[in-house]
């Protein structure tokens, strides 16, 4: 080439270059690329063998393409140069502008290194710029910008023409380096954003496959699932609810969505509910149905975050825990009542006994017992307002002796708010461990009623429920208890108690009583209990003793009962055997 005219070489290295530059631009990928490289200078700029050393993320250099020799592509390709190796040669021999020649007598050195090498044999060279078979000649490719990072190496072997390139041959291997430079960087960052491409579909159908699979758990969750708006004006809203909540609460989706949990919630339940919605976790609650009627449902709640937004929605979890919550309240009653009347038993007794009196008498306190105003009344006996036991008690109301709330037996007391509402008394001496206790005290025992009304107690003895048993068995023994529990609840007023405290003896709390109150109660539930009593076709009859004590602070649980049995005894002595039988 070099023997030709000026013009004529530097036309012709142009139209070379301009051929090969425009195949680089045709490969479709890295790959293509450094093996359009590799060809362009065997095809192009006339060299028998063209390798290109490519710079690993790790700084050492690959044998990325080879041409011109099948052989040598085969031995050589896939081999790795460390890059101080490859450092070491790039700073020695002669620099030609970028290039890198390093003649024969110096390259010697460079045998033993770790850098794949291929050279083709041929005579000695006998004149000065022939060609020498160990002779090098390296074309460094750098990166675009001023950083000058090194992207490979193309390294040539053998003009065809036998000798060193001349100026021109030089400035085309130099240019065409510096084309494949962009080249590269072009391939590879096509072949980023392909990569890119391809993981963005691959999370794309991840997320759909995600989402996806969430849509079906959620729809299809045998338990209630909601999605809940965090945040705004809208806090707590439900947008999205599955079947299974609905068909809990009776309510199709489109009317959920109108509501929140806090429109749904027990309201005695609204805490809970607040509590778990800003914090997470779980909580036992109740939620309204469509019908009225509220089921206990477990809620878990998670709060779904992002980590630049913040919170964005809560996911909640609602099971129906209606079964378990009746097994407990089930076991609970069980285990305070009796098995055989159903009424509270001896332990139920004594816990609502004792949660009305104080180790504080009332009298320490600053209450007298003919003194005690503290009902807001003037000490006569108010039976309507007691719901008391005057003449027509009874009549017009329905009995019983418990408040039931949300399956719970309650034992309320008719006064038991009183002094919350402002009507209880405040101890005169001020301060004091029991000031907002409302204290428990007895009315006069003497012969004139004081007006003073109190928690009495009614301890009740069954007379003749032995012989019974003896004669006709259990089985007609608790059904006279039975029957005997059923007249007693009947005989009192909603709130009062009565417990079944062991065998035939029972108790009767009743509040809000005076002596004489208390006295004609007592007579009324002897004479319901005196009447006969048919079992299995055959009427027997039951006498009762009844003991009247007073429940008063100051007291113990056990001082109480023990009064009122002595007072029971004292009253079945008082009379006759055959007066205290019914018949």
Not at 8 to 37: F, I, K, M
Request: glycine share 12%.
């Amino acid at each position: 080439m070099e023997t030709e005219s000026e013009p004529y070489v530097r036309l012709s290295t142009l139209r070379q270059l301009h051929t090969v530059v425009a195949d680089l631009n045709t490969a479709r990928s890295l790959a293509d690329t450094l093996q359009t490289v590799a060809d362009g200078v065997v095809a192009g700029l006339n060299y028998e063998l063209a390798c290109v050393n490519l710079v690993r993320p790790d700084g050492d250099l690959v044998v990325a393409a080879f041409a011109g020799s099948s052989a040598a592509e085969a031995l050589i390709t896939g081999r790795v140069g460390s890059r101080a190796s490859w450092d070491r040669r790039l700073s020695m021999g002669s620099a030609w502008g970028d290039l890198r020649f390093i003649p024969h007598t110096e390259g010697w050195v460079l045998m033993e290194d770790d850098v794949p090498q291929w050279h083709t044999d041929g005579p000695a060279p006998r004149f000065e710029d022939e060609w020498h078979p160990h002779d090098r000649l390296y074309a460094p490719m750098y990166a675009s910008g001023s950083g000058r990072e090194l992207l490979g190496v193309i390294s040539v072997d053998r003009p065809r023409n036998g000798r060193h390139p001349g100026p021109w041959g030089q400035e085309a291997l130099q240019m065409y380096a510096s084309q494949s430079a962009i080249a590269i960087s072009n391939a590879r960052l096509r072949s980023n954003m392909q990569r890119a491409l391809v993981r963005l579909e691959r999370e794309q159908q991840a997320l759909r496959a995600s989402e996806e699979s969430f849509r079906q758990a959620f729809e299809y969750a045998p338990s209630g699932m909601a999605i809940a708006e965090m945040g705004g004006d809208q806090h707590g809203r439900l947008l999205r609810t599955n079947d299974a909540l609905c068909r809990l609460l009776g309510r199709p989706a489109s009317v959920m969505r109108r509501y929140s949990f806090a429109d749904l919630v027990h309201p005695e339940d609204i805490g809970t509910l607040l509590r778990t919605s800003a914090e997470g976790g779980r909580a036992e609650l109740r939620l309204g149905r469509r019908d009225g009627t509220y089921v206990w449902v477990s809620l878990r709640n998670s709060v779904v975050a992002d980590t630049a937004d913040g919170p964005r929605f809560l996911l909640t979890h609602v099971e129906d825990i209606e079964e378990r919550k009746r097994h407990e309240l089930q076991l609970a009653h069980r285990a305070s009542h009796d098995a055989l009347t159903g009424l509270p038993n001896s332990a139920e007794l004594r816990s609502r006994l004792s949660a009305r009196l104080c180790e504080r008498p009332a009298q320490a306190a600053g209450y007298a017992g003919a003194g005690y105003e503290g009902g807001g009344h003037d000490g006569g006996y108010d039976s309507a307002r007691d719901g008391g036991y005057g003449p027509g008690y009874g009549q017009g109301h329905e009995a019983g002796h418990e408040t039931v709330t949300g399956g719970e037996s309650r034992y309320e007391s008719p006064y038991e708010h009183e002094h919350e509402h402002g009507f209880g008394f405040e101890p005169a001496n001020g301060a004091g461990p029991y000031d907002h206790h409302v204290h428990t005290v007895a009315p006069s025992t003497g012969e004139v009623d004081d007006g003073t009304k109190g928690l009495a107690v009614l301890f009740c003895d069954l007379d003749g429920f032995k012989s019974i048993n003896d004669r006709f068995g259990h089985h007609t023994g608790d059904a006279v208890l039975i029957e005997v529990a059923r007249r007693l609840t009947t005989g009192v007023r909603d709130g009062d108690t009565v417990a079944r405290l062991g065998g035939d003896e029972f108790v009767v709390l009743a509040d809000g009583l005076g002596a004489a109150d208390a006295a004609d109660l007592a007579v009324r539930l002897r004479n319901a209990i005196i009447p006969p009593i048919r079992v299995d076709g055959r009427a027997v009859r039951v006498g009762a003793s009844f003991g009247i004590g007073w429940a008063e602070c100051g007291m113990t649980v056990e001082e109480v009962l023990n009064s009122a049995d002595q007072r029971m005894y004292i009253e079945k002595r008082s009379r006759a055997k055959v007066q205290r039988r019914a018949g």
